[in-house]
Every structure is written in C-alpha cells, then in structure tokens.
C-alpha cells in the first residue's frame, strides 16, 4: 500500500478560544479490539479516538458523507477517492462458522475444508476486488468456493450461520464481538490481511488525523 499524505488543517476553534478538539472519528467493521491495538502502538490516549462502526455493505458511505475522518481498511480498494496509508496492523484470517458446523471444534481449518460449504456473496458497494481476497472464489487447488448468501449486516450474518451450516471467510479481529455460539477457526493456509488505515482523498483532515496516521505507520515498522 502506497501511503499518501492527507491534506492538513488547523485545530483552531473558529474563536480562537483555547478547547479540546472533538475525538477523532475513526470508522470500524466488527471489533473495537484491532483498532485499539492500533491506538495504543501509536501511543494515542483513548480519549482522543471515537469509534464509529460501518456496514459491509456500504464500507465507504461514512467516510465519503464526511461522518468519519479515517477508517480501517484490509487490502487496497483502488476507489480513486480513498487514499491509504501504510500498514498499520495484520489481521489473521479466519472462517465463521456456527458452534453446530463439522469445522466448529477444529483447531485450524485449510480453504479445501471450507469449499465443502455455502458462502456469501459480495455485498452492496463493496469492492469486489477486496471481496475476491477476503472470500476467495477458488481453492488453490482450483475448486471453486460457492458465494451463495447474500451479506447485509453483521447481525443477520450471525443469525445465518446460527441456523445453517454456511460459513464465512473472514477474519480473527471478528471473534471479540461475535457471540458464544459462533466459532472463529483460523485458516492456516491463507495469509494474514494487512490492514491500513483511509481517508478521502483532497479531505482537509484535522493535523492529529495526519499524526495519528505518521505514529501509526511508525508504530507498525517497529
């Protein structure tokens, strides 16, 4: 990922009065764990961060609408309006699974054991560039992974693999905010997601938006 600065502006209040910035408004699918990690390695208080989730299926609405400052991203988009900065983090892969799947009680599973089951499709405005990363649509074998149900949001998915034996490839950060019912297994052959964090590309970001992303990035070189 190619880091790209972002345009800075004062944090002046328009009195020129003395105040505490507002929190930065940081977008988050899933877990507030991942991010936090990402926070504290950057050195930056709790306080100065507020968390705003996003649905998969608009992942960028929040940030275009000028809702959030920056959000976290795993793999490249390429949207010509959503700019990147380095890695910041990794995020291990993992399949989502009901406590009642044949996969549930595995340590670790590979992409040929997940084949034998139902899939989700690409949901709403997602990139489905990044859909084909984080659901491959083959094994490396060559067998196909059938992307049958549809993906709305995070709750109807967990009501979908509770009653089914779908799955979902996903994600490791994502066992922290599913319930005791689904299972987040590793996939032990699919490589960790480096996960960055984006902005609007020609959005006059606040100075301690740019400094979150430098002591982020830095963070992550260590």
Not at 2 to 18: F, I, K, L, M
Not at 46 to 56: D, K, L, N, T
Not at 85 to 96: H, I, K, M, N, P
Request: aromatic share 6%.
């Amino acid at each position: 990922m190619t880091s790209r600065t972002p345009v800075a502006a004062g944090d002046a209040s328009a009195s020129g009065a003395a105040a505490s910035p507002r929190p930065l408004r940081l977008g988050i699918h899933g877990s507030t764990h991942l991010a936090a990690r990402i926070v504290a390695a950057a050195d930056h208080p709790v306080s100065s961060i507020e968390y705003i989730r996003y649905e998969v299926s608009e992942p960028f609405r929040l940030l275009r609408a000028g809702e959030t400052d920056l959000m976290l991203v795993k793999y490249d988009p390429f949207d010509p309006d959503i700019a990147l900065s380095q890695r910041v983090a990794w995020d291990g892969r993992a399949v989502l699974v009901g406590a009642h799947h044949p996969l549930a009680a595995q340590e670790s599973v590979s992409l040929e054991q997940i084949a034998d089951y139902e899939g989700f499709r690409c949901p709403g405005d997602f990139p489905p560039n990044v859909w084909d990363l984080v659901v491959p649509p083959h094994t490396w074998a060559g067998r196909a992974i059938r992307r049958t149900h549809t993906m709305t949001t995070v709750l109807a998915l967990v009501e979908r693999l509770r009653s089914t034996l779908a799955m979902h490839v996903s994600f490791q950060s994502l066992e922290a905010v599913l319930p005791p019912d689904i299972k987040v297994v590793p996939v032990h052959d699919l490589p960790p997601s480096p996960v960055a964090l984006a902005w609007l590309r020609g959005t006059r970001l606040p100075e301690r938006a740019w400094r979150f992303v430098r002591d982020a990035e830095r963070a992550a070189e260590r």
